[in-house]
């Protein structure tokens, strides 16, 4: 059987890393032989194949260790700056964070204690979630749904609520 | 002297022992962080941060593997580390400079001559080409490839490395083939 365009595709790595076996590489020259364009194609892929292998021979510069030391001694000089900055700061910042957070702490627990208990959306927001559902259901709490339309679901229960009650 | 008492001095602070573990490491070290970031100033700076890294981390070691094996892990990292950071960068420049600006980050290949076969034989070309065929693979696959490729790697050796199993080594090598087989291809084709 002869290889065709696709499956040459498919097998350019395996050509390239002499990994194809012996069976596929007869097939894979009887095609080559035919198809000028895989026969161009497998030539550049291989040439630029071995290229990615052999990657580049570069060496770090000559300076590398002195770059290093110098870093080194940087990064010393950083680390005592910055030891001494925060020691400092600790012992300083400590005790006005403490401060600052319980009064925060005091501050966020009176609002949230001072958020007003009867308006509409609470009262809302209690009957929705099913806390109150079975206490008499007054006259602001419908008229908030006034524009429900008629024959609908809340139609029908607001309905039969009200006349539960009457 | 070996491995574990170079280490064990470095832990001492010992500079001469550093130096010689500079000395040994350092090709291995900048090799390996110049194939995965293709930047020569780069590769030098990260190489330097990993031995910044060795040098403070040395007590750390447990030789529980090949000290060339903790090293090639530390620079693996740090490079992978340096090409995530430097790609927030580039996006945002590249976002800075979109609007039919030249200066903005090109897709890859778009640099070559496309129109001559003869372009592709030069050398610096083809650099670039290999080098953004590279870059266009995801960042596992792209450490598992150069380890095995360029650093020459064994796939049990890479597995120690990246600390992941033998065949997610085999199966990410084989997918860096699979998707640079592709990208070589799109591109010969255009040519």
């Not at chain 1, 403490?98 to 925060?104: E, K």
């Not at chain 2, 750390?60 to 090409?83: D, G, M, P, Q």
Request: net charge positive; hydrophobic share 40%; aromatic share 10%.
């Amino acid at each position: 059987m002869v290889m065709d365009c696709i499956a040459v595709e498919k097998s350019l790595v395996a050509i390239a890393e002499n990994s194809i076996p012996e069976r596929r590489l007869k097939e894979l020259r009887l095609h080559l032989e035919s198809c000028s364009n895989c026969s161009l194609l497998v030539k550049r892929f291989t040439k630029i194949w071995q290229k990615i292998g052999r990657g580049e021979q570069i060496e770090p510069s000559s300076s590398f260790w002195i770059e290093l030391q110098q870093k080194m001694s940087a990064r010393e000089e950083r680390k005592f700056w910055l030891a001494d900055v925060f020691i400092g700061a600790r012992r300083l910042f400590r005790p006005a964070a403490l401060v600052f957070t319980l009064i925060a702490g005091i501050f966020a627990g009176y609002q949230i204690g001072n958020v007003p208990q009867d308006s509409g959306t609470a009262r809302i927001e209690g009957k929705i979630s099913g806390a109150n559902l079975e206490e008499p259901i007054s006259a602001p709490y419908f008229e908030s749904f006034e524009d429900y339309p008629k024959g609908s679901v809340t139609d029908f229960y607001l309905s039969s609520k009200i006349d539960k009650k009457e | 002297m070996n491995d574990q008492e170079l280490l064990q001095k470095i832990t001492a602070k010992d500079q001469n022992a550093f130096k010689e573990l500079v000395d040994r490491f350092q090709s291995l070290v900048f090799h390996t962080c110049f194939n995965l970031i293709g930047n020569r100033e780069h590769a030098e700076d990260v190489a330097q941060e990993v031995f910044l890294q060795i040098y403070k981390t040395a007590k750390k070691f447990r030789h529980e593997c090949k000290l060339s094996t903790w090293i090639y892990r530390i620079s693996v990292n740090r490079a992978l580390n340096f090409i995530r950071d430097n790609r927030k960068f580039r996006w945002l420049q590249s976002i800075d400079s979109f609007p039919g600006d030249e200066t903005r980050i090109t897709p890859a290949f778009s640099s070559l001559n496309l129109n001559s076969h003869d372009a592709l034989m030069r050398e610096n070309e083809r650099k670039e080409l290999i080098r953004s065929l590279l870059d266009s693979l995801p960042e596992k696959q792209k450490a598992a490839f150069i380890l095995h490729k360029m650093s020459g790697l064994s796939y049990q050796e890479i597995a120690e490395v990246l600390e992941v199993s033998l065949s997610t080594v085999e199966a990410r090598i084989h997918r860096a083939k699979i998707n640079l087989q592709k990208a070589l291809i799109s591109c010969l084709k255009k040519i």
